[in-house]
């Protein structure tokens, strides 16, 4: 057959399934009229004048208004697969269900039991399966097919075979800011995982550019699927390292159809609070460590700076003290039956329970202790220093005295170094990402305040002070919005395990403490430099859990050239890593220069420009984080000019996303910056899916991996 007749063929082959398809969005037409109208009809129905036509109006928009949604978000490449089976049918796959008016499914959903074969199906195993048809959609319009012949022996005569496969078609694709769902490329073992049971742990284990994250983020859309009441009404929480990473994953579910799912870095975990910068790498293993449980749990109890220690009440004819010492052991008693918060109603009745037993006086004895407690309790005097003993407290405000109790409570806990980084770390107020498991941690250690009606004692209560409102008032934008009670999940999605400190696993242990996980890592990747601490704190975020591990082997991403530079920093980094198979060759070499200091920016700027040149989709500089600042200024123009196609980034910031191009500043200093140095260089490597180069000052690292 010729090019031309080939051609001529995929051209009829394509205006076939155009047909198919222009069919399919009518009848998706008519479902979101549907919708439109229910919406209108659930708002007519909330003029009743009674609380039912209310509820019933609530209902019937909330459902409609999610039926629109998911139909909006999955509207573009709706329909992406089909099938020629055994028996002469041909089903047709999609992102979501459509049936036509009689109510016949014209459309399966992808991740529908009979949608599985589209992806189960092999040449060795066919499953009834005759031809597998990939349909390469542009919004509505269909601008390519890919055939796979699974079963040559039973094809008819005149059934037509087009293109080379859609996964290598997939792979050749140039890469943009967003991640992209594979629905329609998906392999037979991301499959398997994808369609694990819901109950449990699923891991989620391979190389780099295995799939893992995409995989992961599928299998939260069948999770919803297959069991939408307990998934949807729990809520389903995606943890990703960064913001970065949250913004390039961010479309996969909705063009799934889905559009109920929490995304969250790992710097936005706890509702309200918002960190997107790391801290040095000594500070942020001290913050991670499980060591920092003992040291906040005394933080909680300490008292604020500028808490009264002493306490003096004329009454009648004693003057009553409480020094610090009894002070202190009013605290410990108070802290011995409840949590900070949940004691505050019962401080002023401890309060007044010591200074009677203080009271000596005949005048005072006569008059007795219930007139005692109401003479003390409404003297404004009492009532200030109670507020300014024992004041309700927001963990954002204990969290900003740890710099003053670090030395002190922290003694024994961390060495000098640790210390000092602590200290340098909180100097400017603002949270980092290792900080929000801290302040989490506070929000279940302190507890939270109880409301007027929580108290069931009928002991004074404290008035607000004027600077407690103060306070308040200043640590607002920083205030977790959400109670404690409502952080659990009924499924919580973690990438980046590997990465994840002790601490961050208590965090993510809260909110997925009934839930059913999918735990999606790599440890050659890993940036935590204490393994074996981590394993511990993840086993108890999952305990009682069962685990399903599953082990994706082919790297879909990076050319065998470069996969196999980066295979050798691996072994540096790591024992044993976990290292794919790469599927294709480019013939494209890594490139390494090795230049002057003062001509090292130049031969960015030439290397960076040689590649943008080279490729259609994304390219980023890879810099050492004490660089950042000056390269981004000394290469403010480029990345202008490029700004949708060019990012620079450190190494942490590149976890989970690829890019066309890649160029690698200094990489003996991204190895030098941290312990996991060689780790962070193996992601940074991986990231490329074409084309590398590296330029730095030195070349140690090449000389490690010869």
């Known amino acids: 057959m010729t090019d031309q007749n080939a051609a001529h063929i995929a051209q009829q082959e394509i205006a076939a399934e155009q047909a198919y398809v222009d069919n399919v969005y009518e009848r998706l037409e008519a479902s979101g009229q549907v919708a439109q109208a229910l919406v209108a009809e659930g708002y007519a129905r909330g003029h009743i004048g009674h609380e039912g036509g209310l509820v019933e109006r609530d209902a019937m928009v909330f459902q409609a208004s999610k039926r629109i949604a998911a139909l909006n978000a999955a509207h573009d490449g709706l329909v992406f697969g089909r099938l020629n089976l055994l028996d002469g049918e041909s089903r047709y796959i999609g992102r979501i269900g459509v049936r036509d008016e009689n109510r016949d499914i014209i459309v399966v959903d992808w991740r529908a039991p009979a949608a599985a074969v589209f992806y189960q199906a092999t040449a060795q195993d066919p499953a009834g399966v005759v031809r597998r048809r990939v349909l390469r959609c542009a919004g509505e319009k269909v601008i390519g097919v890919e055939d796979d012949l699974l079963d040559a022996d039973n094809a008819a005569d005149d059934l037509v075979i087009v293109g ?34 819901s109950r449990g742990a699923t891991t989620i284990g391979g190389g780099p550019g295995t799939g893992k994250t995409v995989v992961a983020l599928h299998r939260a859309a069948y999770l919803l699927y297959t069991d939408r009441r307990r998934f949807e009404s729990g809520g389903v929480l995606v943890v990703g390292p960064s913001s970065v990473f949250m913004n ?26 918002r960190a997107e910068r790391h801290d040095e790498p000594v500070a942020a293993a001290a913050k991670g460590s499980s060591r920092m449980t003992a040291f906040i749990g005394r933080a909680a109890a300490a008292p604020l700076p500028g808490t009264p220690t002493e306490l003096r009440y004329f009454y009648k004819d004693d003057v009553l003290r409480l020094d610090s010492a009894e002070l202190d052991r009013i605290r410990r008693q108070l802290l011995s039956g409840a949590k900070r918060n949940r004691a505050y109603d019962k401080a002023p009745a401890a309060i007044v329970n010591a200074l009677w037993r203080q009271v000596a006086g005949e005048r005072a004895l006569e008059k007795g202790e219930a007139e005692f407690v109401e003479t003390v309790t409404t003297d404004d005097r009492f009532v200030e220093f109670v507020e300014d003993w024992w004041p309700p407290v927001d963990p954002i405000e204990v969290w900003r005295t740890l710099p003053d109790v670090i030395d002190t409570l922290g003694h024994g806990t961390f060495n000098t170094e640790e210390l000092a980084a602590l200290k340098e770390s909180w100097a400017g107020g603002e949270p980092s990402i290792e900080d929000i498991p801290l302040i989490d941690e506070l929000r279940y250690v302190i507890g939270e305040i109880p409301d007027a009606g929580d108290d069931e004692d009928d002991g004074p209560k404290q008035l607000m002070s004027f600077e407690r409102r103060e306070r308040e008032e200043r640590d607002d934008r920083y205030r977790a919005t959400r109670s404690i009670e409502d952080d659990g999940f009924a499924h919580v999605l973690v990438d980046e395990a590997q990465d994840l400190s002790p601490m961050q696993w208590r965090m993510l242990g809260r909110r997925g403490r009934h839930a059913s996980w999918t735990i999606v890592g790599d440890q050659a990747q890993s940036s935590w430099p204490h393994p074996r601490e981590s394993e511990a704190a993840r086993k108890a975020a999952l305990e009682g859990k069962p685990e399903h591990a599953f082990r994706l082997s082919t790297n879909y991403r990076n050319s065998a050239e470069i996969y196999d530079l980066a295979a050798k920093v691996a072994v540096v980094g790591v024992k044993d890593p976990d290292l794919a198979d790469a599927v294709r060759r480019t013939g494209e070499l890594p490139q390494h220069l090795v230049v002057g200091a003062s001509e090292l920016v130049a031969q960015l700027r030439t290397s960076i420009d040689e590649i943008l040149d080279r490729v259609e989709g994304t390219v980023a500089v890879v810099a050492p984080r004490a660089d950042l600042d000056r390269l981004g200024g000394e290469l403010a123009d480029l990345l202008e000019e490029h700004g949708g196609r060019l990012r620079l980034l450190d190494g942490l910031d590149t976890k989970g996303l690829e890019f066309d191009g890649v160029v690698v500043a200094e990489p003996d200093a991204i190895t030098d910056e941290a312990s996991a140095g060689w780790r962070t260089l193996y992601v940074v490597l991986t990231r490329a899916t074409q084309l590398l180069t590296t330029v730095g000052t030195t070349d140690r690292w090449r000389e490690r991996i010869a």
């Open 248 to 273: 390039y994953i961010e479309r996969v579910l909705p063009s799934l159809g889905e559009t109920s799912v929490t995304l969250r870095s790992l710097g936005e975990v706890v509702d309200g609070l």
């Open 164 to 197: 080379e496969g859609a996964l290598l078609a997939s792979l050749s694709r140039a890469r943009d800011s967003s991640m992209h769902s594979v629905v329609a490329t998906i392999q037979k073992e991301q499959d398997e995982a994808i369609r694990a049971p």
